[in-house]
């Protein structure tokens, strides 16, 4: 009633029409419906006057307007009479006064007294009433317009006659949904539903906010608030998951009846704007009702250098007094600063190297005593297994020696509870306070020995549909609101990408929602601003939404943003500042280098003629070490990135070998004497007998090593050069056993091409046992009788129950079981699961074992099998265009952005077609392939600098410095000189680094 009043009261101001300008009620939309019925939708700029007034009025503005024209006249002639109008506006407006209240009719607004009874109606208060209106009668006024909206919409006779409003034909919709018990029943429901989602005939004018990246065109008027209070969300929860009284087909066929009313229109054809608009309405939910909170403290350094020395944790170290150990000295310095992400192995280490825990053989070693105001423990090397000899305490708690000092002081330190949504630099008693570790001889408990806390479970995904279904979410989001509308879009998602399969149809790269209508803006501005905060990073403290939520609902971020996020929380701690180093370079402005950042690096020597070998053993050595691996070669003096990258080149290109028998073959091609497998769609591996033998067994092996290599160049951030298929990637991701026929066209287009001829036959025998005015024996009759378009039958075509290609059988006898019409269903799902599953299962379980010797493939869960090409191969060139190249490009050492050279390196660059642009890439970077994002993520960025010469600039050749992408350039004279020169040295420069 509020709203009401405030409504009415804005039409005070209204002369002469009771009437009221149609405003949006966002409590109540019901009344606010009713409102827009009883008063109408004015202009509010709009004063509607009684005719008669109107015509006066309209007189006298004629009037004026010629009485101040003769005035100018007279102005401009010098005349001057007492027959000049003034000249101020006053003086006119004050005549305009006078004039209008002589000539009004007084009969046109009469005053009305102030009690009255119900159903008598007083005309509103008029600003052009001789006096203003008194507070009493604006009051009355008021109360009487409220009284009579009450009395004709708010009563029970009238409640009972009004016409529905859109909330209640959606609640009454919304009810029908939730109380069908037959599928069939949901069309009408679901249908009405659909009407309202795409209704734009009502009125817009309201406060909405489409934080979806998708146009707001899509979808019709209904608000947010409908949704939620018709039940909208709740009811196709229920509708769209399995329940306890289901059986398995029950909510696979309501699955179908809204993919039915939803995505395809009456004539049956693809549709899915009605689909899209309900997800961008419930998309439009989440954004209005989610309160994710953000750690954020603006009063934090600029540089990540400030915050290294900012925040350290002051520490002093005790005996333990029952500890009567010899060899445990008892500690005499004062406070030591330790590093927030120093690990506790750290400052175990740290006592023994001072000598206060020794063993007999250690008694000539002696600790110099340290100014324990300049001491600090940094080390944040990750624990290594090792002997250890002592155990650290706080507050009788063991601690864990791979848990860093911020978690051990925040979860056992003696303070008042923190709070956890609270940012780490609101600590202070981490941060001020002089937290006390106690030491004594080691003693072994299962609390020391591990405290890692998974920040994602390590349960394999969802490998069914009914699984991907369930509302089985991450338990820390339940406590957040919004949670049912999370769930809703995650089934909504789950369906566009999966549909295909319900409908049987070949659209397997066809997702109803496009990608443009999938992120939601708010919540990824959260999450984008969280990850560039330093000291959060550092400390691991994130929001409890920050991580479960992005690997439930992928699709609500943009790849970049979960591509941070996975180098935030997934690797270790220096790699993740170094990731922020790199994409903001801000933060380590001012640092001279200094950056707090400490990466172990590991460099191994590597001959060319032998890198596969070499790499196997590498790659075993380091898959659980978090030491950033370097390579340089015999012979070569060239070390760091650019040797490195070009390592894993060529371990790519190894991989690619025929001769190694672990890929399907489409074709081949020699190159350096050596023959390879050629996959325009991508490498899948080859289908081969699952039982025991010399065969298998080698190709698990390589299939493990390529897992390590995979594991390792995303967790170092560099680029293989070669292209897998995307079914191989669903393996990669757990998602395989959904895959399909649709899926064979991915890895062998010819294979593809034959199962689909087949499978018409199958199709046509299907259409004939759906007609259900047919006989059993004619439907046989029939069967029999089908053919292709070329009137062939099946068992012209002479297969069997043999695996194209192979000689593998398919079922036991399969070369003796000829292929018919009768058992064409079982060939193509025996053939479709051999090739994509079950002949190639033992080769990619060895390869997921691989990758999670080097990470937890759970990781992975951030992104889709298409995105995965991006995430471990980057992208293979494309279009280089001028405008990319000229703000990417950083000329440096005697050039600028308007140097000639510079003009003619861009525009040669522009005009290098593929073949070219792999080989300018791997001359200046080591790799033929960019990450994503192109130039622009390059680190450290493209340089261009002029190299010095003696003698004419054309007589030279280019040079690199690939550990920093340095083009040393020298100022020639023409584009074509430059084109020429440049292709020269990219070809002799090609497998060797020396110095230049």
Known sequence: MHAVKKILAESSSMPGRSNIESVSITSSSTVSEKIRSFVGSPPRSAIVLPPIVSEQRSNFENEM?????????????????????????????????SVWRKRRKPTTLK??????????????????????PSKDDLQQWVRHQADKFCQKYLSEETEQTSSPTVLDILSNAVNQLSSITDTRDSETPLKQIKSLLLDTSRDTDRD????????????????????????????????????????????????????????????????????????????????????????????????LSKVSSTYQIKC?????????????????SGTVKVDPLAYVQALEKYLLSRGYCRNDEDEDAESSEVSEEEDRIVSRQQPSPTRHRLTLTINNHPLPYNMTMYQAIKKYGTHTRLDDEA?????????????????????????????????????????????KLSLTSPMVLDSYKGIKVIQLL???????????????????????????????????????????????IMTSEYPKWFVPLPYYTPFLFPFHIRLELLHATAFDRDRALQRIV????????????????????????????????????????????????????????????GPTLEFYTLLSHAFQQSSLGMWRENGSYTANGKTYVSAPNGFYPRAVSQADSPELSKLCDDFTYLGRVLGKALIDNRILDITFSEPFYRWLLGTHEKMGLAAIRDIDEVLHSSLKQVEIFALKKEAVFKQEDLTAERKESLIAQITDDNGATLEDLCLDFVLPGTDIELTAGGQNVPLTIDNVEEYLCAVVNYTLREGVRKQMEALRYGFSLVMPLSNLQLFYANEMSQLLCGTGGGNWTEEELSTTLQPDHGYTASSSAVKHLIQVMTEFGPKEQRAFLKFVTGCPRLPVGGFKSLHPRLTVVKKSVDGPPDSYLPSVMT??????????????????????????????????
């Open 65 to 97: 307007r010629t009485t101040r024209a003769r005035a100018k006249e007279a102005t401009k002639s010098g005349e001057a009479g007492s027959s000049a109008p003034e000249s101020s506006d006053s003086s006119y407006s004050k005549r305009f006064e």
């Open 111 to 132: 005053k009305k007294p102030n009690k009255h009874k119900l159903g008598s109606c007083p005309s509103p208060p008029s600003a052009l009433s001789p006096s203003p």
């Open 208 to 303: 909405v906010t489409v934080t979806s990246s998708a146009d707001a065109s899509v979808g019709g008027t209904l608000s947010s608030f409908e949704l939620l209070h018709a039940g909208l969300i709740e009811t196709l929860l229920k509708f769209l998951t399995p329940q306890p009284s289901d059986r398995e087909t029950d909510v696979l066929q309501r699955i179908i009846k809204l993919l039915e009313v939803f995505v395809f229109n009456s004539k049956n054809e693809f549709e899915p704007t009605p689909y899209s608009a309900l997800f961008n309405k419930v998309q439009q939910c989440l954004s209005q009702i989610e309160h994710f909170p953000v750690k954020v403290n603006d009063g934090l350094g600029e540089s």
């Open 316 to 332: 002093l170290f005790r005996k333990h007094p029952d500890n009567s150990s010899s060899s445990i000295r008892q500690w005499g």
């Open 423 to 467: 940012h780490p630099a609101s600590h202070s008693a981490v941060w001020h306070n002089i937290h006390t570790i106690v030491y004594k001889a080691y003693e072994c408990t299962d609390r020391v020995r591990s405290s890692a806390v998974k920040m994602v479970d390590e349960e394999p995904p969802p490998s069914s549909l009914l699984e």
């Open 490 to 536: 995650h089934i909504l998602h789950t369906i566009s990408h999966e549909w295909c399969l319900l409908l049987k149809t070949d659209d397997y790269n066809n997702p109803i929602l496009k990608p443009s209508l999938l992120v939601n803006q708010q919540i990824a501005a959260k999450v984008e601003r969280q990850l560039q905060d330093p000291l959060v």
């Open 582 to 641: 790199d994409t903001h370079p801000e933060l380590s402005a001012g640092s001279e280098g200094r950056t707090g950042v400490r990466l172990d690096k590991d460099k191994r020597c590597v001959d060319r003629d032998s890198v596969f070998a070499q790499g196997r053993g590498i790659m075993t050595e380091l898959a659980a070490s978090t030491s950033l691996l370097e390579v340089y070669y015999v012979g070569e003096v060239g070390t760091g990135l």
């Open 963 to 996: 550990c920093v992408n340095y083009l040393k350039l020298p100022d020639y004279t023409c584009p074509q000189s430059l084109r020429s020169k440049l292709l020269v040295a990219i070809s002799e420069g090609q497998n060797s680094f020396h110095l230049s």
